[in-house]
């Protein structure tokens, strides 16, 4: 019972590079989640998506883009890493109804140098 | 939209110390709220929820109250031990299909023997 998996857990980029991270979830998820976690700041939106071919932004979108081009798969790219982008990154997944929760992934630790 | 505030941390308690955590909400109606934890190292994982007001959720140990008079969903644990050490977050439950759930900042939980 995998739930929500994100690649890769680790990663040190230079500043300048660019990546993407993958988070891949088998629960038949309509709703996928981006967020970032730094000290004292607890959870942060970046991206979301409500379906399949849809993506908005959450509440620190800049510097980010999104995909949702397969239901169980939703990408986060960093087009020009910054050092300000050094952070844990966490996918989430949920079925949108009201009283159910979010299914997180364990994390990738992004640092950019 | 709806959001949580949840107490600062972190908090210190000796094994088998009483633990209260703090979480009020402000939201227009009743939404459902849950509590998460996120243990070292791992992504954030549902403790208990409540879906409706004067509803109370449990589990290992934990309880808390959905109050709609005090508008808080304070979380409790009789006992708590070393292993609950933790970080623990506070969140409503999404709306509609197009609002994503607003968690609070956390609280960080240590537990000394």
């Known amino acids: 019972n995998a739930g929500v998996t994100q690649t890769p857990k680790f990663r040190v980029l230079k500043t300048g590079q660019s990546m993407t991270l993958l988070c891949a979830q088998d629960m038949n998820h309509e709703y996928m989640y981006w967020y970032r976690q730094d000290p004292g700041m607890g959870l942060r939106l970046i991206h979301y998506s409500v379906g399949e071919g849809t993506t908005a932004k959450g509440e620190v979108p800049d510097g980010y883009n999104v995909s949702r081009l397969k239901k169980q798969n939703f990408l986060l790219g960093l087009e020009s890493a910054a050092p300000s982008q050094t952070s844990v990154y966490f996918c989430a997944s949920s079925s949108g109804v009201s009283n159910q929760p979010q299914h997180f992934g364990d994390g990738t630790r992004l640092s950019i140098l | 939209g709806d959001s949580v505030t949840q107490m600062e941390g972190p908090v210190t308690l000796s094994e088998e110390a009483f633990l209260t955590i703090n979480c009020t909400y402000t939201?227009?109606?009743?939404?459902?709220l849950f509590w998460y934890v996120q243990y070292p190292g791992e992504g954030l994982q549902l403790l208990l929820k409540?879906?409706?007001?004067?509803d109370k959720g449990s589990n290992k140990g934990f309880e808390a109250t959905y109050r709609k008079e005090t508008t808080s969903f304070h979380l409790e644990k009789g006992s708590v031990q070393v292993s609950d050490s933790a970080v623990y977050f506070c969140?409503?439950?999404?709306?509609?299909?197009?609002?994503?759930?607003?968690f609070g900042k956390g609280t960080r939980l240590s537990v000394i023997a």
């Open positions: 969140a409503p439950g999404a709306r509609s299909g197009n609002t994503p759930l607003v």
């Open positions: 939201a227009t109606g009743y939404p459902s």
């Open positions: 409540a879906t409706k007001a004067d």
